[in-house]
């Protein structure tokens, strides 16, 4: 006897495709949270890592203008200085670095009684190589690319002389 309604299979089926929704979704958002943990503790260390330099070059800067002699070396960290004998200008230079790949460049102008920052930026100081290498499909087999005018040279596009 037919009594309508829906069956126990069907009950069964929708109650396995919720549950199968609800573990997808889970994993979803464990996956969307734990990358977002990683985002966030790299940033944490970029942020505590620029102040860091950022003090270490406001302590570099002090100790230059402190002293009558500007030092080669303060904290591990070459100063780079030239002379400029017409304005009697002593200009400084040196990079407080973040991390691997940023630094925090600073160049100074420095007189006998005066200081002026005249560059205080962050830049990239990784090495940066060029990549040239571009496989590139050459056409078919026969076909010299050269003798083929596509209108972006000199000259009347696509009228052969």
Not at 84 to 103: C, K
């Amino acid at each position: 006897m037919n009594r309508g309604g829906i069956g126990a299979g069907s009950a069964s089926i929708v109650l396995v495709f919720a549950v199968l929704c609800l573990t997808v979704f889970s994993l979803i958002t464990f996956v969307v949270a734990s990358n977002d943990k990683t985002l966030v503790a790299r940033e944490a260390e970029l942020v505590v890592g620029f102040f860091e330099a950022d003090a270490r070059a406001e302590n570099i800067v002090a100790q230059i203008i402190g002293s009558w002699v500007i030092p080669e070396e303060i904290e591990g960290i070459n100063i780079h200085h030239e002379w400029d004998f017409q304005t009697d200008t002593d200009f400084v230079a040196f990079s407080s670095p973040i991390s691997d790949a940023l630094a925090i460049f600073v160049r100074l102008a420095v007189n006998s009684d005066s200081y002026e920052i005249l560059s205080w930026r962050m830049y990239n100081s990784a090495e940066w190589e060029y990549d040239g290498g571009l496989d590139v499909w050459p056409g078919p087999p026969g076909i010299d690319l050269d003798d083929i005018d596509i209108g972006f040279g000199t000259g009347t596009p696509w009228i052969s002389d």
